[in-house]
């Protein structure tokens, strides 16, 4: 939700932020954040929507060989 917090990795097919997240994110299909996420982490998806107010600190592969070259090093 909005108001969540979590510090960990998250690797699934699609992801929605709206809170505070410390972590990277693999995703295979979709990320997206809303404008009231705060971010520290990087990155990986083929596809990236982020709402105008977003706090995002780290690093973004986007392409749709993101996941398949860099999920193996996390």
Request: glycine content about 10%.
């Amino acid at each position: 939700g909005r108001t969540g917090k979590a510090k960990t990795d998250i690797m699934a097919e699609e992801v929605v932020v709206g809170g505070e997240l410390e972590g990277n994110i693999y995703a295979k299909k979709y990320v997206e954040l809303l404008s009231t996420s705060r971010v520290k982490g990087d990155i990986y998806t083929p596809r990236l929507n982020m709402d105008a107010g977003v706090i995002f600190e780290g690093n973004c592969v986007i392409n749709k060989d993101a996941l398949s070259k860099d999920i193996s090093r996390s």
